[in-house]
């Protein structure tokens, strides 16, 4: 049995948002009451977190005059010297307001874009001072109901316009930040552009600055689109996009449940972290979850403990596996290569093809061939059962 304490190295964070949810849901009031964002970095420093994120209004109340959002910033700052919790990112609320009701930066309102830009760059501004270094955005209201409303293109281009500009102010102001977008499928709009990591992954490469620009994506909302998650974060980890991820589990086929990670598709959870791990990921490990509405706050810290826990436990049958003598010799075999084929990899030439076209292949035998994937997967199920 290994030691599974969250230590800094682990960085695992959660955000204002998760720890100090207090469980309102659309059907019903709040189970829990507010923790001020000083009461919740002394409790991400009870349960052993890195650090923690923050949208603008999490931190500072929308309508907060200057003075108090100074006295706001000041005693956030003292809770995190206090407690050595750190800030890798934050990111801007432009999804709770009614002014965003039709979406931030692809509103069909002008005064609303502009309105979006400028929250945004104050909001850098604070998470700049605080020491983000990533960026997010989560486009919760840029979507729509109905298509007859905006025309999709339209909606692409100023988004393509916004994060522009934004790329710009951040060079203009000399921050060592990067942005991290953030996808999902639908809700709290009826359908959300750059819906998946697949979209956003397209999108950044249409931008100006795209080296300053990656993905955050986030399990619970992949799984709502019915998509493979570690696919995805491979996908964005193999073209060096992977600037942050949202951690957490979901059932599919259902609302954004922000469950604990590693509850529900443990497997799923395991080849994500041993994906993470194998590829020595060192972003932050970010939990984008909530504690269920039936708890209090010491279940909360249940929670919080449990996403951590189940990390490092899954981190640590990732190395069994990769140790596993019967596994690994199982994948060798699956993977063999008699060197028959070396002629015809690589980059193409003439002469290549022209061989390759000419050679002949036994495909009775190819088909023929057993892969013995039914005992492999046996073999990670029972290793993660822990009788191997
Ligand atoms: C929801 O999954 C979004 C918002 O909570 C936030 O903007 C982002 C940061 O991780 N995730
Ligand atoms: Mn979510
Ligand atoms: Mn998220």
Redesign the pocket.
């Known amino acids: 049995m290994s030691d599974y304490t969250p230590k800094p190295e682990h960085k695992f964070t959660f955000?204002l948002?998760t720890v100090g949810n207090i469980g309102r849901d659309p059907f019903g009031e709040p189970v829990r009451e507010p923790l001020s964002p000083v009461e919740l970095v002394q409790l991400l420093a009870e349960v052993g977190a890195y650090g923690v994120?923050f949208?603008d209004n999490d931190l500072v109340p929308i309508d907060a005059t200057p003075p108090e959002r100074d006295k706001i910033v000041a005693n956030f700052k003292k809770a995190l010297a206090d407690t050595g919790i750190v800030v890798p990112?934050a990111?801007?609320?432009l999804?709770s307001d009614p002014t965003f009701k039709d979406g931030a930066f692809t509103a069909n309102d002008p005064k609303v874009r502009a309105y979006a830009l400028q929250k945004t760059m104050n909001a850098i501004d604070l998470g700049a001072e605080l020491g983000a270094s990533i960026y997010?955005?989560?486009g919760?209201r840029e979507g729509t109901e109905t298509d007859a409303a905006k025309d999709p293109i339209t909606a692409i281009k100023r988004s393509r316009e916004a994060m522009n500009f934004l790329c710009e102010y951040v060079l203009d102001q000399g921050y060592d930040l990067k942005f991290a977008l953030?996808a999902?499928p639908n809700e709290p709009r009826g359908d959300i552009y750059n819906s998946t990591t697949g979209h956003m992954l397209a999108f950044i490469e249409t931008l100006d600055h795209p080296e300053m620009v990656g993905v955050?994506p986030?399990v619970?909302?992949e799984h709502m689109a019915g998509l493979n998650f570690v696919h995805g974060v491979a996908q964005a980890m193999e073209s060096g996009k992977l600037f942050?991820i949202?951690l957490n589990d979901q059932a599919f086929g259902r609302y954004?449940q922000?469950f604990r990670f590693g509850m529900v598709n443990l497997k799923s959870a395991f080849f994500l972290v041993k994906l993470l791990e194998d590829n020595g990921y060192d972003g932050d490990r970010?939990f984008?979850a909530h504690a269920y509405r039936t708890e209090d706050y010491e279940g909360v810290k249940d929670f919080a403990r449990g996403c951590m826990r189940t990390y490092l436990i899954l981190k640590e049958k990732a190395e069994r596996f990769n140790a596993d003598p019967e596994i690994q010799e199982l994948l060798a075999e699956i993977n063999a290569d008699d060197g028959s084929m070396e002629a015809f990899k690589g980059a193409y030439a003439a002469e290549k093809a022209a061989a390759l076209k000419a050679h002949t292949f036994n495909r009775a035998v190819l088909g023929a061939r057993g892969m013995k994937y039914e005992r492999l997967d046996q073999l990670t199920v029972e290793l993660l059962l822990g009788v191997r």
Request: charged share 30%.
């Open positions: 955000g948002w994120n949208h990112m990111t801007t609320n999804f997010v955005f989560w919760g953030e999902k955050n986030e619970a909302h942050h949202d954004d922000d970010h984008d």
